[in-house]
């Protein structure tokens, strides 16, 4: 059986010696495209609907993470979305978180014995399972091995908003939810929405993760709104709320997390 694969990775001659390395070890494979940056990977993946995907984690455009989140929220079916390899430059520290959560990488420069062992992998999982895994841990995961600048932020107790010339005080425990909206963020509550100037990725780690969910890459869900999930034939899932009309699309990434206890 022949694995389509895509290679997205900034630097042509890792890119190259990467897809060299693997038809030389992984015979069969098909190389459907080589992408420059993030966001050519997004379009390239979606038109190509590839199996397994090797994406470097620092690209122009769109960083890896980015690519692969935007990718999820984009991805129909029938097909499951594919198998994902990071492609990094982190160190045995690093290295040994990966192995601990099971995340498959390939580390620069490529090294046959390591690459060997990620391609075996990724063909058990291949033969095995029709799905790309739970690539929300994945990410997650990802990001904590990043590097942060500074303490960890505070958490928000109220949020000010502009209100033509006045500031409105919102209790964070009264927002329904959080969505991105351009260069703001739009405060939802039950009886009223509100701007503020800051980027969704800013706000994320000011929030109580136990309350406030991520259920797509424009949207943060306060869990105790949520009255009901549902599954469409697509399989995608919508989510009811308690005290707002409008219903809440929810990320493939994502909706492991409304599955039944």
Known sequence: MSIRALIAEDEPILAAVLAK????????????????????????????????????????????????????????????????VFVTAYDDYALAAFEHEAADYVLKPVNDAHLGKTIERLRKRLATSTEGGDMAAL?????????????????????RAAVGNQVRMIAVADVVYFEATDKYVNVVTADAESLIRISLKELLPQLDDKQFWQIHRGTIV?????????????????????????????SSLYAHLFRQM
């Open 222 to 250: 306060n869990a105790a709104c949520v009255a009901s999930a549902t599954r469409d034939d697509m399989g995608k899932v919508s989510l009811s709320l308690r005290n707002r009309p409008e219903k809440l699309r929810v």
């Open 139 to 159: 990410l997650a995961q990802m990001r904590a091995l990043l590097p942060v600048a500074g303490p960890a932020p505070e958490r928000l107790a109220v949020i």
């Open 21 to 84: 390395s693997l038809q030389r070890l992984w015979p069969g494979i098909d190389i459907v495209a080589t992408c420059a940056n993030g966001i050519e990977a997004v379009e390239q993946a979606l038109a190509l609907k590839p199996e397994v995907l090797f994406v470097d984690i620092k690209m122009p455009g769109k960083t890896g993470l980015e690519a692969v989140e935007e990718l999820a929220d984009a991805w129909n079916g029938p097909q499951s979305f594919p198998q994902v």
